[in-house]
């Protein structure tokens, strides 16, 4: 069974930094495209950023710039570096591994919260 655990959330000031971090244990990470999503109060859960198996990467434009996601084959781990932070990325951080066959994972959620 597929279980993703993210952490690394918290509370900053904005234009500080958090490093999210997501272990996936259960699936063939390393053939697997990873990715962070985020949900606000209110609104829909939307992508911040995706690596592939080939270390492609997405980002979404609002985060441009500002976050880095990378991944560790040998952890099975991806992070989010995300620096600058904005009070505008406040949000449950989602961690997500789509798998080669078109299955989906997602963790639990960790909240980033950030003041102004």
């Known amino acids: 069974q597929v279980q993703l655990v993210e952490s690394g959330g918290g509370l900053v000031q904005a234009g500080g930094s958090l490093r999210l971090s997501c272990v996936d244990s259960?699936?063939?990470?390393?053939?697997?495209?990873m990715g962070w999503y985020r949900q606000a109060p209110g609104k829909q859960r939307d992508l911040v950023a995706t690596?592939?198996?080939?270390?492609?990467?997405n980002y979404a434009d609002s985060v441009k710039g500002r976050f880095t996601i990378s991944r560790s084959n040998a952890e099975n781990t991806v992070y989010l570096q995300m620096n600058n932070l904005k009070p505008e990325d406040t949000a449950v951080y989602y961690c997500?591994?789509?798998?080669?066959?078109?299955?989906?994972?997602w963790g639990q959620g960790t909240q980033v919260t950030v003041s102004s």
């Open positions: 997500n591994s789509h798998g080669v066959f078109g299955t989906d994972y």
């Open positions: 259960g699936s063939i990470f390393r053939f697997n495209t």
């Open positions: 690596i592939t198996h080939g270390d492609s990467t």
